[in-house]
């Protein structure tokens, strides 16, 4: 790599490029005098590599922009390229709804205002093109309310430059920019506050969500107290202040116009079904921060000001952005931001924020959970403390989480622990084995220590817990398949170890599936019926396949068919689940993989699966195990997965049909023309080409043809398996929320004579009552985000869970019913109409309705 390269990259860094300094005067002087001896050779790769650094570093902007300023006091023409390319980039990304590159962008162009390159005036008219798009959007005649996630993004984009550049701006041209400021004030005025309910992490905060300020309305006020302190700002860097005077002597650009494109034709008011399904589009475009995640308390983070905490969110989310895949280079990014103050608190709840980001983070888990871990290495000494002060948090808390946040943070802290020897002070929870064994703290250690057992093993995990001997009623069984006839005296009784040994021969000899179907027909089912046949070939074929997941795909594809012809149906499929779970119930991985695996060879349906979830048996396993829940989401997941893997293969064959329809029209061009060309032999036109010739292009044109054919008919047939992926797509959620509505309808209280909704939740209280004489609770606050509750007599007092079973099944339910609604949201509104017929009818209990309403992001009168 060339010296100006490591030198652009590693501009602002505490780096040996630099001799290990982070002052920004030297750095750009530095860069700067190798870039311009540098500049007649390398002209073109500095221009590119610099607008790069720009998009994809743009923590670094005001110091690519000072440089750009420097280069434009030399050769002007290079400074009116960058200008150039970055507005048409943004114009670009305008109507392909690039919505980060968007962002970024516009901060550079403001950058560049800074430092001299381009006019004031030339921004306040971006500014302006973007606000009038903004207001236009949301006017009920003009406009298409239902993209208002737009329009809040245009001026998110608006006030998100404002620390960049809102001190050049109100210097340079102050009734320009309150024009702004007022412009934004109106829009401010019109625009409807973002309530989608279904988007907060912790569900208890419903209530408290609807009062607060949504992200816009929270970054509107920060700016304007960042106005009323004179624009000053602490986490944005200024160096174009310490070159002020070279740059004014610059020449100053003007941007070329830009256009924002029209909102779409708003869709039928009256029909309430559209609009939702227009709003959904939009907010897919244009994903929204609805509100800030707070996990620490405010003394935490209390000295760092509310525009310095939106500016280094900023700074953290485009780093993982743009350094997703890059770990390590993103830790310790994240570590050497050019702000003067520590951020360890706000750097867990920035991360933690997108880990637990609804509908879906911007990455896969694995992802943050890497960061994380690179984070705790590279800043040993504050930040592991910190992540633990999170978790604990998070976890006093966790009942009010949602209940696919809950999820995912099981995931993570399982994983996380898994990295560092599954150390973790454990005694400090092992009070939750006296909860009741539905309390959501319970729940959590047991379901952690279940995944952790998973990534390692049980003794193992086992050991972990010593400090916390309570807990280990709490992690699961061994691990062991429960197989009935393992011995002639088993409970199922002689005839099924005899039948079960039997099988077990015809399969080890290597019968086929014929055979053995046959043999299943005619010695089985006649004498003991299909109950005992099921149970003898389920339990008999897992036992052989039970010694790795290879003996399993190599039985599930020898015999498949023997299952498939004894379970054609879904009530069969569902006792078939049943005694797989029957055979793994003391693992739950092994449930879950092996139905997974049946799915996958289509021996089971997913419609079988959604019957046996709604079983009894596991119903009432709906509160206090996850097992139930993980069936369910793989067989979704693998469902939505056909459809997605069709679609891909749909757009792939649209594209190579168009090809084989220009090869074929090409080909068929050059043919006739070939054969039209004549000459004159004797006083007669006869062809001129050679016969050989004419034959091969006539060969290459039927080709064609048949190539194109055999595209058209490969597009039909991925299309009609399209039409029928999504059908069943359809039953599997009528059938998903028709098993929601049925058990929930049976233990939802009934709503009051009033009219007012039940309340599931209870406040809980201490389990102990504490008399007023006696002396209160002291709460310790550690550095590292722990908290006692302690005692002057030493004991610590633990809060008893006070909601009650069946309130909180009805809570972990409608959870997961909200959590489905949203994760699936795109499919599921293309089957609303059969939905809101045959589903949310008007005599469906309110609470049930309000959760997946919620999840849709859609209206109704309970939200």
């Known amino acids: 790599m060339s010296s100006w390269r490591t030198l652009l990259l590693r501009i602002g860094d505490r780096c040996l490029e630099y001799g290990g300094t982070t002052d920004f005067k030297e750095h750009i002087e530095t860069c700067y005098s190798v870039i311009w001896r540098e500049f007649e050779h390398s002209k073109d790769g500095i221009f590119e590599l610099l607008l790069q650094c720009a998009e994809q570093l743009p923590h670094k902007i005001p110091l690519y922009g000072v440089l750009v300023g420097l280069i434009n006091l030399e050769n002007e023409d290079f400074a009116k390229r960058v200008v150039d390319t970055t507005c048409s980039s943004l114009q670009d990304s305008l109507y392909s709804e690039n919505y980060d590159r968007i962002r970024l962008l516009l901060r550079f162009l403001t950058g560049l205002m800074c430092s001299k390159v381009i006019l004031p005036g030339s921004i306040i008219e971006a500014f302006e093109t973007l606000l009038s798009s903004a207001a236009t959007t949301v006017d009920e005649d003009a406009g298409n309310p239902s993209w208002q996630p737009r329009a809040d993004f245009y001026i998110t984009c608006i006030l998100s430059c404002?620390?960049?550049?809102?001190?050049?701006?109100?210097?340079?041209?102050?009734?320009?920019?309150?024009?702004?400021?007022?412009?934004?004030?109106?829009?401010?005025?019109?625009?409807?506050?973002?309530?989608?309910?279904?988007?907060?992490?912790?569900?208890?905060?419903?209530?408290?969500?609807?009062?607060?300020?949504?992200?816009?309305?929270?970054?509107?006020?920060?700016?304007?107290?960042?106005?009323?302190?004179?624009?000053?700002?602490?986490?944005?860097?200024?160096?174009?202040?310490?070159?002020?005077?070279?740059?004014?002597?610059?020449?100053?650009?003007?941007?070329?116009?830009?256009?924002?494109?029209?909102?779409?034709?708003?869709?039928?008011?009256?029909?309430?079904?559209?609009?939702?399904?227009?709003?959904?589009?939009?907010?897919?475009?244009?994903?929204?921060?609805?509100?800030?995640?707070?996990?620490?308390?405010?003394?935490?983070?209390?000295?760092?000001?509310?525009?310095?905490?939106?500016?280094?969110?900023?700074?953290?989310?485009?780093?993982?952005?743009?350094?997703?895949?890059?770990?390590?280079?993103?830790?310790?990014?994240?570590?050497?931001?050019?702000?003067?103050?520590?951020?360890?608190?706000?750097?867990?709840e920035t991360i933690f924020s997108q880990v637990l980001l609804l509908p879906q983070p911007p990455f896969k888990p694995i992802y943050y959970t890497l960061v994380i871990i690179d984070l705790c290495k590279a800043l040993p000494g504050a930040f592991p403390a910190v992540v633990a002060g999170a978790v604990r948090a998070l976890f006093e808390r966790i009942g009010d989480l949602d209940m696919e946040c809950r999820t995912r943070l099981i995931l993570w802290f399982s994983h996380h622990l898994s990295n560092f020897q599954y150390i973790w002070p454990w005694e400090e929870w092992a009070h939750v084995k006296d909860l009741p064994k539905w309390a959501p703290q319970r729940v959590f250690v047991q379901e952690v220590l279940e995944r952790e057992v998973r990534l390692s093993y049980w003794d193992k995990i086992k050991q972990s817990i010593e400090n916390a001997p309570a807990l280990e009623e709490l992690l699961p069984p061994r691990g062991e398949p429960n197989f009935k006839y393992s011995t002639e005296d088993s409970l199922e009784g002689l005839d099924g170890y005899t039948l079960s040994k039997e099988f077990s021969g015809m399969v080890r000899a290597r019968k086929t599936a014929r055979e053995i179907t046959s043999w299943i027909e005619e010695n089985i089912i006649p004498v003991h019926g299909f109950d005992v046949s099921l149970e003898v070939v389920i339990q008999t074929l897992l036992d052989i396949g039970s010694k790795s997941f290879t003996h399993l795909i190599t039985v599930l594809e020898r015999y498949g068919q023997v299952i498939a012809k004894l379970c054609p149906d879904h009530d069969k499929q569902a006792l078939l689940i049943d005694e797989v779970s029957s055979y793994w119930k003391n693992n739950t991985q092994m449930t879950a993989i092996t139905i997974d695996r049946m799915m996958s060879y289509r021996i089971i349906s997913n419609l079988s699966i959604v019957r046996w979830v709604f079983s009894l048996s596991n119903v009432n396993q709906f509160h206090i195990s996850d097992r139930p829940w993980e069936i369910l989401r793989n067989a979704i997941n693998k469902t939505y997965n056909r459809i997605t893997d069709l679609r891909k293969e749909i757009q792939s064959l649209d594209r190579s049909v168009l090809l084989a329809e220009e090869a074929t029209r090409k080909a068929i061009k050059e043919y006739e023309a070939a054969e039209s060309k004549l000459e004159v032999v004797d006083g007669q036109p006869v062809q001129s080409e050679k016969p050989g010739r004419l034959k091969r292009l006539k060969g290459y044109s039927e080709k064609a043809k048949d190539d194109e054919t055999s595209m058209r008919e490969s597009l039909e047939a991925k299309e009609a398996l399209l039409a029928r992926a999504v059908e069943e797509n359809k039953a599997l959620f009528l059938s998903l929320y028709k098993g929601f509505r049925d058990v929930l309808m049976e233990r939802l209280p009934p709503v009051s004579a009033d009219g007012k909704l039940p309340k599931l939740r209870i406040a809980n209280v201490d389990s102990m009552a504490v008399d007023s004489e006696e002396p209160s609770t002291m709460e310790v606050d550690h550095d590292n985000g722990r908290t006692d509750n302690s005692q002057s007599n030493g004991e610590k007092v633990f809060p008893r869970y006070s909601t009650g079973e069946q309130e909180q099944w009805c809570l972990c339910t409608l959870g997961y019913v909200k959590a489905f609604s949203r994760q699936y949201a795109s499919e599921i509104w293309a089957h609303i109409e059969a939905l809101d017929s045959q589903v949310f009818a008007e005599d469906v209990h309110p609470l049930f309705r309000k959760a997946a309403y919620a999840g849709l992001c859609r209206s109704t009168p309970e939200l």
């Open 162 to 348: 404002l620390p960049w550049g809102g001190a050049e701006l109100i210097e340079q041209v102050p009734d320009e920019f309150d024009r702004v400021m007022i412009g934004v004030q109106s829009y401010m005025s019109i625009r409807r506050r973002t309530q989608d309910i279904g988007f907060t992490v912790f569900d208890s905060d419903e209530d408290k969500f609807l009062e607060e300020k949504d992200f816009l309305e929270d970054l509107w006020d920060r700016i304007q107290v960042l106005s009323n302190n004179g624009w000053k700002i602490d986490s944005v860097p200024t160096p174009h202040l310490s070159f002020e005077a070279q740059l004014v002597a610059g020449k100053s650009l003007c941007l070329s116009s830009i256009s924002c494109p029209e909102p779409p034709e708003p869709s039928d008011r009256h029909y309430t079904a559209l609009r939702g399904k227009e709003k959904h589009q939009a907010r897919l475009k244009y994903p929204q921060r609805i509100r800030r995640l707070n996990i620490f308390s405010s003394d935490k983070t209390e000295n760092i000001q509310p525009i310095d905490r939106f500016v280094v969110e900023e700074y953290l989310l485009d780093v993982l952005l743009f350094f997703n895949g890059c770990r390590k280079e993103c830790a310790s990014c994240m570590v050497g931001l050019p702000v003067p103050f520590r951020y360890e608190y706000l750097m867990a």
